[in-house]
């Protein structure tokens, strides 16, 4: 990401060759807004972003025009308008493959119970302006004359790469909660350093975050683990007090070592494995039937969660040892039930906390001796997360000891080896008996229920053990296991 140069007149013109594929488009509208007698200006990210030299694929706009009298000059440039925001003042737009927002000045109140604005439309850029969450935000370009409007220093905060909020914290944090979440958002997205009044402010009023909907929460939480640098943003919330609302299983990882019972961090442990596996995504591009095209949500999950249940777990041991018995078991668990009380749809909480679940089945391949039937089985076990679980597995290893990260990745390497090979020779993501349903069923001449599911699950687990063998073999197989059944007359 560039930095910014100095806060001057040079840094407006790069702003304004950043803009410079939509300057006539701005001009146009700020005409448009003028003719019809309003003002109207280039707002918050947009602005921030051309600073940074960053795209940004949407524009926002504020006008001292009222919604219906926004929607009548927009209803005469734009391919189409919707109105899903008028109560907030919104009216947005799409011309080509341009979105556009206008927004209608606002001087917000906030009902202190809750996040949701109590709307009092302003009559001024200003009063529009000290309203946002941040000064960077703050930062608005009057149309079409290109005037530069900062009454809040947001250049110069963007310059020194510090986040402020117009506004004292205090009151910017009680207006809406949300704002803090934001703020450990930025410093993820932008590596901007909230300022220490800001930090004091969010670590006094983190409790409030409770009062917002887990939805609104889910998507700041999304945005972050999806930026260039999640751990920036994670250690915020943490440092903060945020996560003990939002995620309290994260600071639970920072298990006290004392100089009896050593044992790693487990809460720097889990941040690196993150780090670690953002490193190993593949391009946005990538179609490999293994490959994870970056940035993936379900991967980085599972990388800052693959721990939890350590701290559950936990016993010491005689002589000084640290054990976590099937922590992978309980994080699972756990997994599932933060996930979904965040709101998470089905699809990526099953994923997340299979992978949890699946994290130390490679520990115990050793030096390769795990059977075919072995490796089948993991690869049927992750199924479609296979990929994922590779990257997962190899970042989990954060030792410092050379010769035993090495011995790592090369049993890893052998495993993947051994998936290949036997990928090539079997569809192992999709194994299935050699016989199917109705055949099993006219084998045994049963019928569909119960008994036939467990046949079928025998099979499964023999064609597993012992790779292809054929119809007949397979045939004789369930015949074997049939006649140690009491439903057979024979068992």
Known sequence: MPTPTAPDGTLL????????????????????????????ALVGGPVRDAFLGRPSPDLDFTTSASPEQI???????????????RAFGTIGGRRDDLTVEVTTYRADAYDPESRKPVVAFGDNLEDDLVRRDFTVNAMALRLPDLVFVDPHGGLRDLHERELRTPHAPEVSFSDDPLRMMRAARFAAQLRLVPAPEVLTAMS???????????????????????SDDPRTGLEVMVETGLSDVVLPELPALRLEVDEHHRHKDVYEHSLTVLEQAIALE??????????????DLVLRLAALLHDIGKPATRRFEPGGGVSFHHHELV????????????????????????????????????????????????????????????????????????????????SYDDLERRVDALRAQEELQAVRPELDGNQIAEVLGIAPGPLLGRAYKHLLAFRLDEGRVGDDAARAELLRWWGEQPESGDG
């Open 13 to 40: 013109l790069q702003a304004l060759r950043h803009l410079t594929p939509t300057l006539p488009l701005l001009t146009e509208l700020g005409e448009r807004f003028g003719a019809a007698g309003h003002e109207l």
């Open 331 to 410: 994080g699972a668990r756990m997994t599932r039930t933060r996930l979904r009380e965040l709101r998470f749809d089905k699809d990526t909480v099953k994923a997340v906390s299979r992978l949890v679940e699946l994290h130390l089945r490679f520990h115990g391949y050793g030096t390769g001796e795990w059977t075919d039937s072995a490796v089948r089985r993991y690869v049927t076990d992750a199924g479609p997360l296979l990929g994922r679980l590779h990257k997962l597995t190899r970042s989990d290893s954060t030792t410092r000891n050379r010769r035993k990260a090495a011995r790592l990745a090369a």
């Open 204 to 226: 006094g009023m983190a409790s409030r975050l409770s009062i917002v909907s887990a939805e609104r929460v889910r998507e700041e939480l999304v945005k972050i683990l999806l």
């Open 282 to 295: 593949d391009p946005p591009e990538a179609t490999g039937e293994d490959e994870v095209p970056g940035p």
């Open 71 to 85: 929607e009548t000059v927009l209803g005469g440039w734009a391919d189409t308008t919707w109105d899903v925001g």
